[in-house]
């Protein structure tokens, strides 16, 4: 069964500094995306950044990169020079389609990211 | 280009009454997702449609749940006679395209509709 994990339930961190958020999952398909959705208070589900899993080299927009790891199944996101506004739950979100359907997707647990000034 | 838009934000019901909840996709998007998220949850997906076709509804509860797409006019997720545990926030999403080999696509999500059954 294909599965998302993300270990960290909370998280906290200064404004200005870099916090990594930890997913895992686990999957036979061998071309896929990886996704990480950011919900503010707003509850609005946003896209944070998107990995192809045939690139080996990491998505990066502006703040937010990714460490992907196929070998290990990992899929981290490091957030750098946090802002107050980063503050959310972020979840890390996978197709059960692999590649072929990226609208049905399973999401991990969420982990709730608190922005401190 | 308006984003997927769900009506209403917010949604009470007594116990045992219906529910209707409903979801514009983007335009030129015709795949809808439904999905819901209790409180402190990640969301769990739903049900899939495609214009007047239910695709995959392996999420959905086996009774009182019921999804439809017309070919005019927003997807409808309609919960009959809810109870207390039907209380969530449901988001809906769209895609413009499905199939096979790899699509560099995403699901865009609407601000979600939250049910409150009292």
């Known amino acids: 069964a294909q599965t998302v994990t993300q270990s960290q339930p909370e998280m906290s961190v200064q404004e200005a500094e870099t916090v990594t958020l930890s997913c895992t999952y686990d999957t036979s398909e061998n071309n896929y995306y990886l996704f990480w959705y950011k919900q503010p208070p707003s509850r609005q589900m946003i896209l944070v950044i998107r990995q192809e899993a045939y690139k080996q080299q990491n998505a990066t927009e502006n703040r937010f990169s990714v460490n992907f790891q196929k070998a290990a199944k990992s899929f981290s996101l490091k957030i750098s020079d946090s802002q107050l506004g980063d503050t959310a739950m972020y979840f890390c979100a996978f197709p059960t389609h692999g590649s072929g359907n990226t609208g049905k997707l399973i999401f991990g647990q969420g982990t709730t990211l608190q922005v401190k000034p | ?118």
């Open chain 2, 1 to 118: 280009n308006a984003g997927v838009m769900q009506n209403p934000r917010h949604l009470v019901r007594r116990r045992g009454q219906e529910a209707r909840l409903r979801c514009s996709p983007m335009k030129g998007h015709s795949h809808v997702y439904w999905y819901r998220q209790l409180p402190e949850e990640g969301l769990k997906f739903m049900v899939y449609l495609q214009k007047e076709n239910i695709i995959d509804e392996s999420g959905m509860p086996k009774e009182r749940f019921s999804a439809e797409f017309p070919k005019e006019g927003p997807s409808i997720l309609r919960i009959q006679q809810v109870v207390r545990g039907d209380s969530a926030a449901y988001f809906c999403a769209s895609s413009p395209v499905t199939g096979t080999g790899l699509v560099n696509t995403e699901a865009f999500f609407g601000q979600g509709t939250r049910l409150t059954v009292v």
